[in-house]
């Protein structure tokens, strides 16, 4: 099998999520993941928009990374002008090609379009730069004229062709026959670019592969506008697992990929996800989990090493001493069978209010119901949070750590964020708590009404392990705090052991 591009269009196409703004810092460490990822091209934004996207894809183009740096630029001479300043190798030269952009949005005739295709990929070339013609909306362009389109691009130099599914009506059995045409009548490489709105980017993409595609546009996370783009991870583990295609990518780094971008742009991935979410190799069901401990294909399709994940096996309201003793055993953790009967009751309880218990949660629960009579190096006496319209918010937390009286305050965004850094605060100088750091934090409404309870879920780590604490209270800013002193308490209590 032939190997496929990715193209990565996260700063790009995925910048245009609503909502969704990258730093210069936050653009350049997203660059930086996806060249160690093996990403072999990346649009880095589109260098027109702003003085400080200019900037900022300068930045990633001075980065030295061996993926090439494109920026997006429409058929319009001052696009090319500011790509070459912010030192790209190459522009995504976007034409639109269905009857509804010529004449609707660029209000000219289909002559006037091929002349500003093949003037803008001739400027393009004349300053150095690699040039993938894309037709926008090119799915719903007359199949004549997206040939003609793409003739009038080669003849001026163009080095790529793509064709954009921009409002994502394409279906996977127009898509391979097309790219076979396509692919019959243009020796260049050809690319796909193909939204979400339908469901149907991943299938589309991988038709128009079998159909002679070589590249193919993604984002992590499926990030874009409207409901976004062919999810990089999902396109990349495709393309490897059932077609055999080479593409380059190091497939153990996409759960981290996934982490940085969901956190950089804010948006939170779905906990059912293919192959990044949450949830994608968490097993449930007795006759699941049954056949997982004996053979692992039984119900997954990879394994989530491949991915950088791991599997994990959640427990539910019906589970028994017997089968909390088992899977605990599995898992090399030595319980005194006198503390398993409070173990399933603190399980019962959670699984009472819908919650799902995990490996990580049956350990942290564990743990919890172990050390519930040793002393506990850190004590919460109170939490006291102001929250402010107009400024930030502040807090105060009382502590009493290893007998002594700790006192903090602090400002954040927000009440939950003046908390925990008040108490990041109170922590100074215990013990190393220096290398402990939050990686991952969820809050969830168990009830209804303004007196809910809620769940809140952290993943703390020092660098070497990982520990995860839940607390449910009435409180969202106590439950956090809650939690978060239970994992520390729990390192420090591993650490004195």
């Known amino acids: 099998?032939?190997?496929?591009?990715?193209?990565?269009?996260?700063?790009?196409?995925?910048?245009?999520?609503?909502?969704?703004?990258?730093?210069?810092?936050?653009?350049?460490?997203?660059?930086?993941?996806?060249?160690?990822?093996?990403?072999?091209?990346?649009?880095?934004?589109?260098?027109v928009t702003s003085e400080s996207e200019a900037r900022a894809i300068k930045a990633v183009s001075s980065e030295g990374l061996d993926a090439r740096i494109f920026s997006f630029a429409r058929i319009v001479k001052g696009d090319i002008d500011a790509a070459v300043s912010a030192g790209v190798s190459g522009v995504h030269l976007v034409a639109p090609t269905s009857d509804a952009h010529i004449e609707k949005k660029l209000k000219i005739s289909r002559a006037q379009l091929?002349?500003?295709?093949?003037?803008?990929?001739?400027?393009?070339?004349?300053?150095?730069?690699?040039?993938?013609?894309?037709?926008?909306?090119?799915?719903?362009?007359?199949?004549?004229?997206?040939?003609?389109?793409?003739?009038?691009g080669l003849d001026a130099g163009a080095d790529r062709l793509c064709v954009c599914d921009t409002v994502g009506v394409l279906t996977p059995e127009r898509a391979k026959p097309l790219f076979e045409?396509?692919?019959?009548?243009?020796?260049?490489?050809?690319?796909?670019?193909?939204?979400?709105?339908?469901?149907?980017?991943?299938?589309?993409?991988l038709a128009a592969v079998r159909g002679g595609a070589r590249e193919v546009h993604c984002t992590v996370n499926g990030l874009g506008e409207r409901t976004g783009n062919a999810p990089l991870e999902e396109v990349a583990v495709s393309l490897s697992k059932h077609y055999g295609y080479e593409t380059g990518l190091a497939l153990s780094l996409l759960t981290s990929a996934s982490d940085l971008v969901s956190t950089l742009s804010g948006v939170s991935v779905s906990l059912n996800k293919p192959i990044v979410g949450?949830?994608?190799?968490?097993?449930?069901?007795?006759?699941?989990?049954?056949?997982?401990?004996?053979?692992?294909?039984?119900?997954?399709?990879?394994?989530?090493?491949?991915?950088?994940?791991?599997?994990?096996?959640?427990?539910?309201?019906?589970?028994?001493?017997?089968?909390?003793?088992?899977?605990?055993?599995?898992?090399?953790?030595?319980?005194?069978?006198?503390?398993?009967?409070?173990?399933?009751?603190?399980i019962k309880r959670l699984g009472d209010s819908g919650k799902l218990i995990t490996d990580a949660d049956l350990l942290a629960i564990s743990e919890t119901s172990l050390a519930q009579n040793l002393a506990r190096p850190i004590e919460i006496l109170?939490?006291?949070?102001?929250?402010?319209?107009?400024?930030?918010?502040?807090?105060?937390?009382?502590?009493?750590?290893?007998?002594?009286?700790?006192?903090?305050?602090?400002?954040?965004?927000?009440?939950?964020d003046a908390a925990m850094a008040a108490l990041q605060d109170a922590l100074k100088g215990i013990e190393d708590t220096s290398s402990i750091r939050l990686v991952y934090y969820d809050v969830k409404s168990v009830t209804g009404g303004t007196n809910a309870l809620v769940d809140t879920r952290i993943d703390i780590t020092d660098g070497k392990e990982t520990i995860v604490s839940r607390n449910i209270g009435p409180d969202v800013v106590q439950s956090g705090v809650d939690a978060m002193v239970e994992g520390v308490n729990r390192f420090l209590l591993r650490r004195r052991k």
Request: hydrophobic content about 40%.
């Open 1 to 47: 099998m032939p190997s496929i591009t990715l193209l990565d269009t996260t700063l790009r196409d995925g910048e245009q999520t609503p909502g969704v703004s990258f730093s210069l810092e936050a653009k350049l460490a997203i660059a930086r993941k996806l060249d160690e990822l093996g990403v072999g091209i990346i649009e880095a934004g589109s260098a």
């Open 114 to 152: 091929l002349e500003r295709v093949s003037g803008s990929v001739s400027y393009a070339k004349s300053n150095g730069l690699v040039v993938e013609l894309s037709a926008e909306d090119g799915s719903r362009t007359q199949p004549d004229f997206l040939e003609s389109v793409f003739r009038a």
């Open 181 to 205: 045409v396509l692919s019959s009548r243009f020796r260049v490489p050809l690319a796909v670019h193909c939204h979400n709105d339908l469901g149907l980017a991943v299938a589309n993409s």
């Open 278 to 346: 949450r949830h994608a190799f968490v097993h449930t069901a007795g006759i699941h989990i049954d056949g997982m401990l004996k053979d692992s294909s039984t119900y997954e399709a990879l394994t989530p090493e491949l991915v950088g994940a791991r599997r994990e096996f959640a427990l539910s309201k019906h589970v028994g001493i017997a089968a909390v003793r088992d899977r605990l055993s599995q898992l090399g953790f030595s319980v005194p069978e006198e503390a398993l009967p409070d173990i399933v009751v603190r």
């Open 382 to 416: 109170g939490v006291r949070a102001v929250s402010s319209r107009d400024s930030l918010s502040e807090a105060n937390v009382s502590v009493r750590i290893n007998g002594r009286l700790v006192e903090a305050s602090a400002r954040g965004v927000g009440p939950l």
